[in-house]
Each structure stands twice: as structure tokens, then as C-alpha cells.
């Protein structure tokens, strides 16, 4: 084996131990376009098929989860395309929301922060029962079936109840950072 097959060896096993580590924080921020978690995990098997081909692109000691992310982000759209259907938010939105699960980390991007921003005014201009819809949906991971026995609601209020604020995080998020939706064609 030579010295560059070795290096790129252990490139492979440093990218997919990184991934194993956080697959958690990965297959959440899936989940929050998905909204199935067979289809999260179908989705996350592509992001590791792809980041493990990848893995050479990777710069250890940079931001792994903002590059999982990225690739993340891209199969979900994939898959979403395949499937005829489209996030309800766009994926920076969505991001954004699976990163409420997760300490802040430095990307390096300001644009990103700008945006999470716009998000973080949006989500606090919501009433306390939206965001606890929000928490238990995008934060717990619940199920809208999960969340109806949670508090003691139907699973048709809570459907109704999440879309309603869905649209009202949709209009906010337009109104005051325009570029996050548009990636939502």
C-alpha cells in the first residue's frame, strides 16, 4: 500500500468515524424535511455512502457537521425530487430548526448567521403553545400522533396546528430574510 492509499485510508475511517459520531444531529436535520423516519434513515445511508466517496474533499480540523450537512441537504432535495414533493420550509429554515437540537458551533459563514438570525426572531415572535408545537415537532423529534397524546390534543388539531404555524414561520422568514426560502422552488 503506498503512502497515499494510507493517508487516504485513514481519511475514509476519520470522516466515517465523525459521521457515526454525530449521525444523531444528522439524521435529525434529515428528518426535519422527511418528516418519515424510514426515509431519514434511507437518506442518511446516502449521506454516508457519499461522504465516505468524499472523503478526501474533507478537511480535517474544519467543520464537519457544516459539510455532513451540506451533503445532507443535497440528498434530501434528491430524494424530495425523486418523490414529487417539497420541504414546507426551505432547507436553510429547516437547518435551522435541527440546529435548535445542538450548541452552536462557528461555521465560518456569515451569511448563515444572518439567516439564523432571521429564524431565531421568527420563531420568538410565536406564542408560547406554537413554540412548544415547534419544540415537540422539530426539537423532540415527536410525531404529530406523539405529540396529540403529549397534550392531550387531537392528531387532526395538531396537524392543523403545525401547519398553521408552519405558514406563519414561512410568511415571517419571507418577509424579514427572503433568501432562506428560496431554494424552495
Known sequence: MTDDASVDQQ???QVQALLLRHSEL???????????HADTDDV???????????????QIGTNFLAWARAIARFKVLRHLADAKR??????????ALADEREVQEDIGCQDWE????????C?????????RLVE???????????????????????????????????????????????DQA
Open 86 to 95: 417539497r420541504p414546507r420550509l426551505g432547507s436553510a429554515a429547516l437547518e
Open 136 to 182: 415537540l415537532r422539530y426539537v423532540e423529534d415527536l410525531m404529530p400522533r406523539e405529540m396529540a397524546t403529549r397534550l392531550g390534543r387531537s392528531v387532526g388539531g395538531i396537524s392543523v396546528a403545525l401547519a398553521k404555524v408552519r405558514s406563519v414561520l414561512q410568511r415571517c422568514l419571507e418577509h424579514h430574510g427572503g433568501t432562506l426560502l428560496a
Open 11 to 13: 481519511q475514509v475511517h
Open 114 to 121: 444572518r439567516e439564523r438570525r432571521f429564524i431565531q426572531k
Open 26 to 36: 444528522i439524521k435529525g436535520f434529515i428528518y426535519t424535511m422527511v418528516h418519515s
Open 44 to 58: 442518511f445511508q446516502e449521506v454516508f455512502l457519499t461522504a465516505t466517496a468524499k472523503a478526501s474533499d474533507f
Open 123 to 131: 420563531l420568538g415572535k410565536l406564542g408560547p403553545s406554537s413554540r
